[in-house]
């Protein structure tokens, strides 16, 4: 079946401008991660959606990144003025349940690499 | 704050060579710990994972368990193939599982 998807899966932005990054998860699944994967680094938290609430935003690095999933399916990240230090591999993962007592596998998508010049 | 330290890579290796990525970790509590591997082109994909103490996560051959008196996680496998060639994540979640914290990663090549 599919998997979670990205897209665009690259991004060129211009310092300043905005961009929108979308996940489109699994079918079903309740949870929804999205993540920011520095070069060389691991995937650092940024904010958890379960359904359409926004249950964790405590890993966003300003008020210019923005996270959204109006009908608990697609979710939209956007980052406002994009800077240089945004430039990193931005990736969505989906799980099936909501039990927060036992593990959840997340499936990650491939993720959108963005780069801001 | 809680974190994941593994080794630097790259890590080079020869087919049927034995393999260990080693792994630590710092949390307060007892959280869960996981292998991740993010294979070319491809999303991380859940490896093997173990939930407490003394738990040994194992799968496609590899291994780790969980050592809380080291605070260790390390990955072995005894005979690595070229097809394992891929960056591997350690990481940890706590309490409800919703949030990981990852290491860097440990990029290993297995040549013929």
């Known amino acids: 079946g599919a998997g979670v998807s990205q897209s665009p899966r690259y991004k060129v932005a211009k310092r300043g401008q905005d961009v929108a990054l979308r996940c489109d998860p699994i079918s079903g699944h309740v949870s929804l991660f999205w993540y920011q994967q520095a070069l060389g680094q691991g995937p650092e938290f940024l904010t958890y959606?379960?359904?359409?609430?926004?249950?964790?935003k405590s890993g966003l690095p300003s008020d210019r990144f923005f996270a959204e999933r109006p009908e608990g399916s697609v979710s939209t990240l956007k980052i406002q003025r994009t800077q240089q230090e945004d430039s990193a591999v931005y990736l969505c993962?989906?799980?099936?349940?909501?039990?927060?007592?036992?593990?959840?596998?997340?499936?990650f998508g491939p993720g959108t690499r963005l780069t801001v010049l | 704050g809680d974190s994941v330290t593994q080794m630097e890579g790259p890590v080079t290796l020869s087919e049927e060579a034995f393999l260990t990525i080693n792994c630590t970790y710092t949390a307060t509590g007892y959280p869960s710990l996981f292998w991740y591997v993010q294979y070319p082109g491809e999303g991380l994909q859940l490896l093997l994972k173990a939930t407490k103490a003394d738990d040994k996560g194992s799968n496609k051959g590899f291994e780790a368990t969980y050592r809380k008196e080291t605070t260790s996680f390390h990955l072995e496998k005894g005979s690595v193939q070229v097809s394992d060639s891929a960056v591997y994540f350690c990481a940890l979640s706590k309490y409800n599982f919703n949030k990981f914290y990852f290491g860097s990663g440990t990029k290993l090549n297995v040549k013929p």
């Open positions: 993962a989906s799980s099936p349940r909501v039990d927060s007592s036992s593990y959840n596998e997340q499936f």
């Open positions: 959606f379960q359904n359409e609430a926004q249950l964790d």
